[in-house]
């Protein structure tokens, strides 16, 4: 478990306070303060168990959840497949030993400024470290996540899977597997608070998943063994951070040597998409006509995002890092238990490969939509490129409503889709930066909780109307003007 509270204060503390238990009462007051300890005021329909389920409890998810709160909704539930204290990647696949984003960039925090990753660290370290602080420790953004959600009581079904989704008489139907035991959640509205990999699978070349028993590759959104990698040699595809991350980590944990691999000639030393930073853009890319949308994301995606330079330092920096350029992979196959590389350049043989080529999006591939991903509309289905501009990449992604809602591919033919909001990197094509990752939070999650709302009050009008037209709660009882 991470830990939360420290034992001592720093000796230049924020001005926020000394200790996090102070940190934690500081953020609730100014919840408080705000008027924002909302109670529920969705009334309970019949036959349904929570008004949102949210599929994720990592950062995206417990953002989520908070807001749904500050908003009024208080029937919500939050499920995630990981054990407690693991949701997210920190703890399991991220391999950074900093965040990518900066440290000053909004986070879950939303709008609470005592909630701020900024505030929890200089409480813990001082002003002064701070100040010196050029990024997050992938270490400190863990501990800081499990305070926020420690401090907001944010409570998460861990070791639960949701295996499929199914629109039912009383709401959406979610089978899950809790634990190993089998279950069923009807929920009104759900929110997929499911990363990177949240619309698709993790894209790993045909060139290794069939040139390679499963045993001698990996991607580096999985799990790696690298104690059992020890001694070995190593061959990475790919030259995005992550690809550089899992090299400089095998050669810490004892590989013999790393060959990373990148196809272009330099690596990608601008990353346009960062370009998608300020609040213009953030809060009105959605307003975009999809042409435009389109010539955006062409331009963005026509290079895999480029890595960051510590990144870079730390795998150049060791003696048995190699990195080749203009060598793409041509062809692999396997000899006993060794990978037999051919790249543009010649033959490389390695006891271990490992992918780090992104993901794809793929509606089919999730389980809990692969009933639904035919009714599903995607960009194929909703734009038509100009000739020369075609991307079969980005038409297969889903196209979303303001709310990132699902679509239905007929129009009509299936409204309950709308009920799922698709809060992860699927929704990117539609809403811009990926979303789930930091920089979407402070601009998509309001956007998102909005039409939550919003559907929940008109769907519920009736009663509305009715608590509306019957409101007779007095200000005056007479006695002040002698009519008692």
């Known amino acids: 478990m991470t830990e939360l509270m420290t034992t001592t204060a720093p000796a230049d503390p924020g001005p926020f306070a000394r200790t996090l238990d102070e940190l934690s009462q500081r953020a609730r007051d100014e919840i408080t303060y705000l008027g924002e300890d909302t109670p529920n005021w969705v009334p309970p329909r019949p036959g349904s168990d929570v008004d949102v389920l949210v599929v994720g409890g990592g950062q995206s998810g417990m953002a989520v959840a908070f807001l749904l709160r500050r908003a009024g909704i208080g029937r919500v539930r939050i499920v995630d497949a990981a054990p407690r204290g693991q949701e997210g990647v920190w703890l399991t696949t991220a391999r950074m030993q900093t965040l990518r984003s ?10 609470i400024a005592a909630l701020s990753f900024r505030a929890w660290f200089e409480t813990v370290h001082g002003r002064r470290a701070y100040a010196l602080l050029e990024r997050a420790s992938r270490a400190d953004w863990a501990t800081y996540l499990a305070w926020y959600r420690h401090t907001l009581g944010i409570e998460v079904v861990n070791d639960t899977k949701v295996t499929a989704i199914r629109p039912g008489p009383s709401g959406l139907e979610v089978e899950l597997l809790c634990d190993g035991r089998a279950d069923i959640c009807v929920a009104r509205k759900i929110v997929l608070a499911t990363g990177m990999g949240g619309a698709g699978r993790m894209f790993i070349p045909e060139t290794i998943s069939a040139g390679l028993d499963p045993s001698l590759y990996a991607h580096t959104d999985m799990a790696i063994d690298f104690a059992a990698l020890r001694g ?29 691999f990148c196809r272009h000639d330099d690596l990608n030393r601008v990353t346009p998409i960062k370009g998608m930073s300020y609040a213009g853009v953030m809060d009105h890319y959605f307003d975009l006509p999809d042409a435009r949308k389109w010539e955006l994301m062409r331009h963005f995606y026509a290079r895999a995002a480029g890595p960051i330079a510590n990144t870079v330092r730390r795998a150049t920096r060791q003696e048995d890092f190699h990195l080749h350029f203009g060598q793409g992979w041509q062809s692999l196959r396997q000899e006993g238990e060794e990978a037999v590389v051919t790249t543009d350049a010649g033959v490389d043989r390695f006891d271990f490969v490992i992918a780090g080529t992104g ?9 809990e939509l692969a009933a639904l991903a035919d009714r599903i509309a995607l960009w194929s289905d909703r734009f038509s490129p100009p000739a020369g501009q075609e991307a079969p990449g980005l038409a297969s992604y889903p196209y979303l409503g ?18 799922i909001h698709c809060f992860n990197f699927g929704a990117s094509m539609s809403h811009g930066r990926a979303v789930g990752e930091i920089a979407s939070l ?3 999650v309001p956007r998102l909780v909005r039409a939550i709302g919003r559907d929940l009050f008109l769907s519920d009008w009736p009663g509305h109307r009715e608590r509306l037209l019957s409101y007779d709660s007095p200000d005056l009882t007479g006695e002040e003007y002698g009519r008692a």
Request: aromatic share 6%; proline share 9%; net charge positive.
């Open 102 to 111: 900066t440290k000053t960039l909004p986070g879950p925090e939303l709008g």
């Open 402 to 419: 303001a709310g990132f809602e699902f679509q239905t591919r007929v129009p009509g033919s299936l409204p309950a889709l709308g009920d």
């Open 232 to 260: 070995k040699r190593i061959g990475v595809l790919g030259a995005a951070s992550s690809a550089f991350d899992v090299a400089a980590t095998a050669l810490e944990r004892g590989a013999a040597r790393v060959d990373l």
């Open 442 to 444: 402070r601009h998509g």
């Open 359 to 367: 993901y794809r999006p793929e509606l089919i591939a999730r389980p």
